[in-house]
């Protein structure tokens, strides 16, 4: 027999002796605040997740570690009516295990795609692996294969970029550096979303996508194959629709497509609460998902509903057995695959409270790529900086961690100023611990009485995760689009998007303001933009005599300052063509499309 031959026995052995409630268990997704884990043995759950900001007790490691094991313990306990099957436990580390406190955050995926070098991704990959293994964690949902076709998009920044050829390069060794050998130091990870989230009109989230098949499969399939390639055990299903029809439900898409034509055996699992926008009827909602090839059902509170309308189904026949035993298959599969029946309980794994977790040889990998991620657009001479220059340093974001990190840095919106995110640097300390003579004024005001040689100005977007990302141009966002930021946010504000333009100069005046400031005095000024996305800059791009593109460097901030010195070059390339007004949308190879700075784009000082 061969290990395959053996695994897919040892599957078949444990589907016989499963009732249809542990069936519907292992399909079922709750996240950890709504469910305790007596709850996971009494409803033979298969797994649990954290959202975005959701932790346990003081969110150290050893309270992660303690969590998953009362969860995996409740899972694996046996007696008749529950046989035991060791819980997966998922997260969003999708730079960095980022939800964490004192955890190394990585580059958004934006900054990475400038970088562009699979041999840094899978470094990468690794060090977060071992992050979560420290946690106790063993699944990611990541990377994502996004490929933004409209920096209107919220979710911009966790795309590498709006061409395939970048997305397609780095997502094989993305997956391999998660999931290594499958041995102790590896975790599942979770290509996502499928298929066609960064192609939505006007990049509205969670939007529709409308394009020919080809163009499906040439833009936003092609990534998949890379990360299938190399073995991406999960796969997660996008909120979008496509041509009309939501991928949650799209039987082609997740079934023919994925399972069938590109041999996909593994399990899909569904977004947060992706299935109730199948249907206005939960029942009708939950019947099409699992029909259309969703295997894993992400239902964060609604569980228990989940579970009562999918055994209705079973029952009543809606949904075929055949149906829910393929779905167990792949559940148990990937379990297999990825040893959790062998590993011990999260408290005894080698990995588990690991003192190499926020170690500074992992944040040396992340300074590495805040290094090569950095794109220098313009320079007048002004850089690099020197050490005994007289450096005036100001702007909002120069000093603040959070605004660096953006979204799903902690919290899922992610926060403003320096204490969330533990362990971090931010860019104005990398500046100051270069040039003895560096003084930091936010806004600028010591331009007007002191002497200075130089200003640095970083500036920028404030943090926002998905849908609260977007910017949404009002005239031309088709009816009927999901609210911004909605399934998701509780309360007021909830259906506010980031901005209407991507000129920053309306969105934040005040960054210009500081600019204009500095600049009046005859101060050279150096501009660091710390965004998500490429924005309309042309005032500040005048105003400055350098402007470097800092993407959301993470919590590393220090390391920009390696380069504007020049101990490093500039090695990054704009992985998204760069707009000269909010109502371009140029891409890579579009007819008639004219950048203010093309892909590719990316100044050095040739040293
Ligand atoms: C996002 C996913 C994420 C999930 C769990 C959803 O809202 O779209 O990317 O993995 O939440 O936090
Ligand atoms: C996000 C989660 C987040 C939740 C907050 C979801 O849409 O994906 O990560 O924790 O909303 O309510």
Known sequence: MTDHERREARVEALLERMSLDQKIGQMTQPERMYIAPDEVKAFAIGSVLSGGGSWPGKNLPADWVAMNDAYWAASVQEDEAHLGIPILYGVDAIHGHNNVRGAVIFPHNIGLGAANDP????????????????????WTFAPTLAVARNDHWGRTYESWSED???VSRLAGAFVEGLQHDLGTDAVVACAKHWVGDGGTTCGVDQGETTLPESELR????????????????????SYNSWNGEKCHGHRYLLTDVLKGELGFDGFVVSDWDGIDQLDDNY???????????VDMFMVPEKWRHFIAELRAHVDSGRVPIERIDDAVRRILRVKLAYGLFDRPRPAERPWSNHSSFGSDAHREVAREAVRRSLVLLKNDGA??????ARILVAGKSAHNVGFQCGGFSVDWQGSDGNQRVEGSSSIWEGIRDHAFQAVLSPDGSAADGGNFDVAVVVVGERPYAEGLGDVRRSKEVPRGSMAAGAAGVPGPGKLQPYAATLEHAVSHPEDLAVIQRIADRGIPVVTVLVSGRPLVVNPELDASRAFVVAWLPGSEGCAVSDVLFGDHDFTGRLSFSWPRADADNPNRGDA???????YGFGLSYGR
């Open 164 to 166: 395939p050829e970048i």
């Open 218 to 237: 040439r833009l936003h399939i092609a990534p998949y194959l890379e990360a299938l390639r190399a073995g991406a055990l999960t796969v997660m299903a």
């Open 119 to 138: 041999e840094l991704i899978r470094r990468i990959a690794r060090v977060t692996a071992l992050e979560i293994l420290a946690t106790g964690v063993e």
């Open 283 to 293: 029942s009708e909602a939950v019947a099409l998902g699992v029909n259309a090839g």
């Open 592 to 598: 008639g499309a004219d950048p203010l700075f093309p």
């Open 383 to 388: 850089l690099p900086l020197r050490r005994e």
